[in-house]
């Protein structure tokens, strides 16, 4: 053997995985198809968003949570209906379990810190049992998401320095290996050393081969989301016909290989038309990978239209119901919608997911933080504004409505029809109550201080002049989580068709639908899926270390 346990892939998972491992005295060999600068993986390129239950931050801000309310919001939000939900199920079950009660306490003494208003996203906008969380959950790390690698990173690091952990990157897997009918490891090629910078797309060209031995192997490879074709073969009829035109928001390297390989192996794949991709994605002015998308995550007061200028129906409001949103929107035969706004809106209700698009949170800077409630534009968002292929901005509305058409080539939006549309909803502004559910939903926003705070702005008409100039944004269909994968059991072993173990064979992360081969079910709710890493990573980790003593 080369090693007790063999990791393959470096993002969040993998190295949680292998941080357990080596804390437990095992030797472990982690490799990657990419280069050492791409440590990390997805996790580097996140908001850092975790989500936890009745936790300090909560408390303080008059948020009371318990286990029963976040179980019945994960419920009513993964609608659990097939056969094969039962280890998803319990998967769920014990991840909320975690997050209410032992997760924050060990991230915390790590070193992991939050920022202290929590966020609502995805907060559903149905009845109690539907989807969404009933209060707020998301929890921006300090640091977004390299804060939340860094205390995995430096022990999978010092474990490397002392010899117990071997770093092997541009090593890319090509099949599972067997010995006497046992799984004992993996093959592939080596590919050529590559300088680009971290997500950009690498080279694939092969310098020579490579086959490794170990008691076990860990599958911890990410999604699909970077793979349009498997995108667009997985997409669910309840979703509609897939867009022709999609963006991404994961590199080019997140390309459900080795999901596929471990099926090949014997593994057993379920849910694979369950995903959760996101509805408010912008081309990158200036991108990284292919495809590159951002994602808004808007406050709730954008006027949200679909392709032909009709306004979405409730609960389909900005940060509501991710997936009801894109189900109304493929079935208008089009791809893409759009937000209409107001400069008071952009400023103060539009985050751009990431971690480079955050950089005040990012490099931890309390200037930059503070800087967000003066009169100007978060940089970012300016540089949307000033850049993106995506943003309109004019002073009238008619205006803005034939520049609309323009962008996209066609003459679906009627300028005259749009400003009946703004002025309806402007009417409704006029008094403290309404019968317009979005606008009851601005007003219920903001009776949450964080939301008044930092994420919703006050009620005003959008064509009030000096709220302005009007913004309209393109919206297109972004690629992102994989929500259904291979199928493990509570210690995070692989199963084969009949649903007896594979061997040896482990799975966390995203290729796992985050543990048990869909732990969210049909919907997520935010702030879960780098969560949903390290509590998998960390479950195969520790029962790795005991299976292979």
Sequence with gaps: ????????????????????????????????????????????????????????????????????????????????????????????????????????????AQGMRWFPLVGWAERGGGLATGHGNSVPRFHVTWGTGPGVLAPFIAKV??????????????????????SGGVIDGVEGEILEPSTVARGE????????????????????????????????????????????????????????????????????????????????????????????GIRILPGPSSIWLDATGRRLPAPNFPGFDTLASLEHIMKTGHGYSWFVLSRAIIKKEFALSGSEQNPDLTNKSITGILSRLGKGLPPPVQAFMDKGADFIVDTDVKALGRRMNALVGTSLIDPEALEREIVARDREIENPFSKDAQVIAIRGARNYRGDKLMRTAPPHRILDPAKGPLIAVKLNILT???????????????LGAGGAPL??????????????????????LEGTFLGGCIFSGRTAGRAMAKAVA
């Design 157 to 178: 690091r010092a474990a490397a320095a002392s010899g117990q952990v071997q770093l092997k990157f541009r090593h890319r897997v090509d099949g599972l290996t067997r």
């Design 1 to 108: 053997m080369d090693a007790d346990v063999i990791v393959v892939g470096a993002g969040l998972a993998g190295l949680v995985a292998t941080a357990e491992l080596a804390a437990a005295g095992r030797k472990v060999i982690l490799i990657d198809q990419e280069g050492e600068q791409n440590l990390g993986g997805q996790a580097f390129w996140s908001f850092g968003g975790l989500f936890f239950v009745d936790s300090p931050e909560q408390r303080r801000m008059g948020i009371r949570d318990t286990f029963d309310l976040a179980w019945q919001d994960w419920q009513g939000s993964a609608g659990f209906d097939r056969p094969e939900d039962d280890w998803a199920r319990r998967w769920a079950e014990a991840y909320v379990h975690f997050a209410h009660e032992e997760k924050r306490a060990w991230l915390h």
């Design 480 to 494: 992102r989580k994989t929500l259904g994968g291979l199928q493990t059991d509570l210690d995070g072993r692989v």
């Design 201 to 292: 797309a690498s080279s694939r060209v092969a310098t020579g081969t490579f086959a490794l031995k170990a008691q076990a192997v860990l599958v911890a490879s990410g999604g699909i989301g970077g793979n349009f074709d498997l995108v667009r073969q997985n997409w669910p009829a309840r979703l509609g016909t897939p867009p022709d035109f999609l963006v991404s928001g994961v590199p080019a390297h997140v390309d459900g290989r080795m999901q596929l390989i471990t099926e090949g192996a014997g593994g057993r794949i379920v849910n694979r038309d369950r995903m959760w991709h996101y509805v408010e994605g912008v081309r990158n002015w200036n991108p990284i990978w292919p495809s590159h």
């Design 503 to 524: 061997g040896n064979v482990y799975s966390a992360g995203e290729v796992a639908g985050f543990g048990g081969g869909g732990v969210h079910g049909y919907r997520s």
